[in-house]
């Protein structure tokens, strides 16, 4: 996840982000790290559900909502993530993070792109 993020700078996690229903265009550039290290947690490994305390590498123990938005659902966390989950997949510079990622060699392709549910 470390080689991942070094390619990803504030601004074009920014940029990537307008738009999203997770309103991200207040955080600090020190949150939105750690906002983007949670969704390249959920984008390799698996979604969790935006209630559920996890351990996100690199940021700590919480549930999305404390983490990164009181307001968040399951549903505006998933399309949060969506743009970054294109962005990683399209970069061929990503692709042996990319290969190794579980949601990957479980569902073959990235979440929440391997999820078509809306």
């Known amino acids: 996840m470390d080689r991942l993020f070094q390619f990803i700078t504030v601004d074009e996690a920014k940029s990537l982000l307008v738009g999203t229903p997770i309103n991200l265009s207040e955080k600090t550039e020190n949150e939105l790290k750690r906002i983007v290290m949670i969704m390249l947690h959920c984008i390799l490994n698996g979604p969790v559900g935006v209630n ?8 700590g123990s919480g549930s999305i909502k404390t983490l990164v938005d009181p307001s968040a659902t399951n549903s505006s966390w998933k399309a949060t993530c969506r743009p970054v989950a294109e962005y990683i997949r399209a970069r061929p510079d990503f692709a042996e993070v ?3 990622a579980q949601t990957l060699r479980l569902f073959g392709n990235l979440w929440p792109l391997s999820d078509t549910r809306k």
Request: aromatic share 10%; charged share 20%.
């Open 52 to 59: 559920k305390i996890t351990n996100f590498p690199k940021v």
């Open 98 to 100: 990319v290969a190794l």
